[in-house]
């Protein structure tokens, strides 16, 4: 069992700026995979940053060079760095792990950029 708890969405200006915290109950090199994912009203979840147990990073098109997925195995935390933020940002964001081919998620914390 793997928890995983999300924290530091918030509301924000266009242009704004904010930090995504995701901590979990288990030791990140566990993972084969960790990401963030957003989910915005009436929109399926999509995949916005990824990054693999050996490193390897990967973001959807929409966020790169604003968005950092980053992680520090001290803490058991991996952490979402979103600059430039604009309102289609705006969503519901989640952590999620992959372990042994099963998919865990967090509850998820919300983004709203708005002026």
């Known amino acids: 069992q793997v928890q995983l708890v999300e924290s530091g969405g918030g509301l924000v200006q266009p242009g704004g700026s904010l930090r995504l915290s995701c901590v979990t109950s288990?030791?990140?090199?566990?993972?084969?995979?960790m990401g963030w994912y957003r989910q915005a009203p009436g929109k399926e979840r999509e995949l916005v940053a990824r990054?693999?147990?050996?490193?390897?990073?990967y973001y959807a098109d929409g966020v790169k060079g604003r968005f950092t997925i980053s992680r520090d195995n001290t803490k058991n935390t991996v952490y979402l760095q979103m600059h430039s933020l604009k309102p289609e940002d705006t969503a519901v964001y989640y952590c999620?792990?992959?372990?042994?081919?099963?998919?865990?998620w967090g509850q998820g914390t919300q983004v709203t950029v708005s002026s």
């Open positions: 990054m693999l147990i050996d490193g390897n990073t």
């Open positions: 999620g792990v992959t372990m042994i081919g099963k998919d865990y």
């Open positions: 288990r030791n990140i090199f566990s993972f084969y995979g």
